[in-house]
């Protein structure tokens, strides 16, 4: 895993879904607490493998479904959370996710990873990281952005040697 940083920004390359599958558990095992992250990229980059990593290394240690259909699926994580994941791909309109209760999904607790966050811009609440994924030759790159006090603590916790 190849990086550097700029400002709030983080640029990795990550060479396969081995790699992808350790950042994500490098940052669960380092995040406490309710937190924002947008996952982004074209399909097959790699966003739904990160969440997956980061869901078994915060706690959950069944199935994760893609949530494609359901747009959210949750899952119970370390410390009393949840983490809900959301996949955004086959929204409609920003206002769908407001009948299934998804407002209630952001609070001081629970971590919400957000696929094909674009999809409901102006529905969602600020993020604490958007993470960008990309095909690369070798492997994928991902730059990820602190967009909060909050993500840019985690960015340091993470990163930080």
């Not at 396969?16 to 947008?38: P, T």
């Not at 629970?110 to 604490?128: H, M, Q, R, T």
């Not at 840019?152 to 993470?158: A, D, H, S, T, Y």
Request: hydrophobic share 40%.
């Amino acid at each position: 895993m190849n990086n550097h940083i700029e400002h709030n920004e983080l640029f990795l390359l990550l060479v396969d879904e081995v790699a992808q599958i350790a950042l994500a558990e490098k940052v669960a095992n380092r995040l406490n607490g309710a937190f924002i992250l947008l996952l982004s990229g074209d399909l097959g980059t790699g966003k739904t493998t990160f969440a997956r990593g980061f869901i078994h290394a915060s706690g959950f240690d069944g199935v994760v479904k893609s949530p494609t259909y359901t747009l959210v699926e949750p899952y119970p994580i370390s410390n009393q959370r949840n983490c809900y994941h959301f996949d955004l791909y086959r929204l409609g309109e920003p206002e769908e996710l407001e009948f299934i209760g998804a407002r209630d999904y952001f609070n001081e607790t629970d971590v919400c990873l957000i696929e094909w966050p674009e999809k409901a811009v102006g529905f969602l609440p600020p993020a604490d990281w958007k993470c960008e994924f990309a095909y690369n030759k070798a492997g994928r790159n991902i730059k990820i952005s602190a967009l909060s006090d909050k993500g840019k603590e985690l960015m340091l916790l993470v990163f930080s040697n």
